[in-house]
Each structure stands twice: as C-alpha cells, then as structure tokens.
Nanobody, 127 residues
Framework: QVQLVESGGGLVQAGGSLRLSCAAS????????MTWFRQASGKEREFVAT????????YYEDSLKGRFTISRDNAKNTVALQMNSLKPEDTAVYYC????????????????????WGQGTQVTVSP
C-alpha cells in the first residue's frame, strides 16, 4: 500500500499561483510513476500531469503546458505541481495518484491505470 496526502490547495485570484504537494509513504517512492488529476464539480476526473519514477520524463495535458510544472523529490517522497497563471476553469479538486512500475519512463495518463490515490485538495480560482 502507498498512502498519499495532498496539500497546498486554497483560494487564489485569477492570474495567481499555487504549489500543490503530495507526500507518499508506505513503499519505495522511486518505484512509482506519479500523476496529478483533477475533478471539477459535475465533471469527470481528468489528467493533468505525470512524471516517471526518476523524474526524467514528464507529460502534460496539452492545454496546461507552459502553466503547470510537475516535479518530484525521491529523497523526500514528494511530488509537486506548480500552477501559474491560474484561471477560473482550473477550479477543481486535485488528486495525486501512484502506480507501481519497473519501467523507467512509464508515464500512464489514464486514471484506470492508477492503484493508489490521495484524498484530494481543493483549488478555487476566483475571477
């Protein structure tokens, strides 16, 4: 089992920034690809960004490229999501997720591929 706890959400004005963090415990963190998803009210959970075991490979939802940055610190068992130039449409609950993998560059983007999830952190962007 991997336990994931997100933090860093909150209320921010449009154009502002937030940095989300996800702390992992329970297993060897560097054996897991890590991904951020988000779910707005009344919508399906959607992919945001993913990072490989080593951090060497990242992938973003196209519309978020250039505004969001995913990173990880395997020594601290954390993954972060830096969000800049936030827009009201970024309002959602943000979840981190983990999947065990032996492949260095494996970065799955569909939620069905993930085994472990955090409880989520609310991000609200006001106009």
């Amino acid at each position: 089992q991997v336990q994931l706890v997100e933090s860093g959400g909150g209320l921010v004005q449009a154009g502002g920034s937030l940095r989300l963090s996800c702390a992992a415990s329970g297993r060897t963190f560097s054996n897991y690809a890590m991904t951020w998803f988000r779910q707005a009210s009344g919508k399906e959970r959607e992919f945001v960004a993913t990072i490989s075991r080593s951090g060497g490979t990242t992938y973003y939802e196209d519309s978020l490229k250039g505004r969001f940055t995913i990173s990880r610190d395997n020594a601290k068992n954390t993954v972060a999501l830096q969000m800049n130039s936030l827009k009201p449409e970024d309002t959602a609950v943000y979840y981190c997720a983990a999947v065990f993998t032996l492949e260095t560059d494996y970065v799955p983007t569909h939620r069905r591929e993930y085994d472990f999830w955090g409880q989520g952190t609310q991000v609200t962007v006001s106009p």
